[in-house]
């Protein structure tokens, strides 16, 4: 999902926010927001419609009034600016939710409204429920101002699998679904271990919204959790709740129950000038790019300062050649006057051999 985060560059244009508008306000006309939590900013309607149930655990629920413990849900509309969805490629993926925590890994969605005024609601309504929860609950930490991409968010998140020592008795395992683990990553990392079990509470649906011509006529269809990405609008429900932290207090935090896509059409958009701007920032072959040598270079040539040590060792290389070239040439003036001086001497024996034999043979005739 992190090579779709680029869309939300282009998310601060003007027409994208536009639209961004546009499909949050249609959903909300649609009827959308009727577990908005933006309706909680009255404190009022929280009042009248909310109770705090806190448990043996320490865990507080916020149950609806109307129905006897059925938790109470609430929905915010927005972008998926950020998710940790399955389905997850390996264990390493599947802790990444979990950075640097030794903890059970959750599946997390952040979402952000893009100047939309129902985030400012949703804020308030959000603070209301703290302030409930605080009723019974000494010490109650303040929530964190989330930011993803440069714009205010909120997020919920749901573990993967329960503890087994968390799971009260008489809960039976839910169905596993194949879609959420096709690569069998959650059932051999996690679920095969007696530790951890996989139960109705760890369940989250997943759907998208199908327009007809007729509106009142649209319908949610089930659909595979990775058609997610992220700068999709998306319209998320969750139920509140408190739960102990490890500084041995509490916090708030919104437990992930569904997710519905609303629109993709600014993703559509904006992902495809997404990939022609990477496209169009590659190099092209002949396109004006030269190479650094003709020649591979394997090991690069050493390159220092040059010193007055350097400069000595030079003229004594110098004066070295240069006393090496006079003893050539002498040698080679040696050689050449030896080489004179014999010939000298072979012409003198060939002459003076050459005369006594001509002596000698004349002297011999005449004796005869």
Not at 136 to 159: C, F, H, M, Q, W
Not at 330 to 355: H, M, P
Request: neutral net charge.
């Amino acid at each position: 999902m992190s090579s779709d985060s680029l869309v939300l560059d282009y998310y601060r244009d003007r027409d994208a926010k536009a639209g961004i508008h546009n499909a949050i306000n249609s959903f909300l006309a649609l009827g959308g927001d009727h577990h908005d939590l933006g309706r909680y900013e009255s404190e009022e309607v929280l009042m009248q419609e909310t109770v705090v149930i806190k448990d043996d655990r320490g865990v507080g629920y916020l149950a609806r009034k109307d129905m006897d413990g059925v938790e109470a849900m609430i929905s915010m509309t927005a972008v998926l600016a950020e998710c940790n969805l399955p389905p997850y490629r390996d264990a390493k993926s599947l802790f990444q939710s979990r950075r640097g925590k030794k903890d059970i890994p959750v599946n997390r969605v952040s979402l952000a409204w893009y100047g939309h005024p129902s985030y400012d609601k949703a804020r308030v309504g959000l603070e209301n429920i703290r302030t409930q929860f605080s009723l019974k609950y000494d010490t109650l930490d303040k929530i964190n101002d989330n930011v993803v991409a440069g714009e205010p968010a909120l997020t919920s998140e749901n573990r993967v699998v329960s503890k087994v020592d968390q799971v009260a008795n008489g809960i039976r395992d839910a169905d596993f679904p194949k879609a959420i683990d096709p690569n069998n990553v959650i059932r051999t990392v996690l679920l095969s271990s007696p530790l951890y079990r996989y139960v109705e509470d760890n369940a989250i649906t997943y759907s998208k919204l199908n327009l007809a011509e007729n509106v009142e006529d649209s319908v949610a269809q089930r659909c595979s959790p990775e058609e997610f990405k992220v700068g999709m609008v998306v319209c998320v429900q969750a139920t509140p709740c408190v739960v102990p932290t490890v500084k041995h207090g509490y916090k708030v935090m919104l437990k992930l129950r569904n997710i519905l896509c609303v629109s993709d059409e600014i993703y559509k958009k904006y992902v495809f000038a997404v990939r022609v701007k990477d496209v169009n920032s590659t190099p092209k072959p002949g396109g004006g790019l030269k190479r650094a040598a003709t020649e591979p270079e394997w090991i690069p040539k050493k390159k220092r300062t040059f010193t007055m040590g350097d400069v000595r060792m030079r003229d004594e290389r110098a004066l070295s050649e240069e006393a090496d070239e006079r003893e050539r040439g002498q040698d080679n003036e040696l050689s050449t006057k030896g080489g004179e001086a014999g010939n000298i001497v072979d012409k003198f024996r060939q002459l003076t051999t050459g005369r006594g034999d001509g002596s000698a043979s004349s002297g011999g005739g005449n004796k005869e």
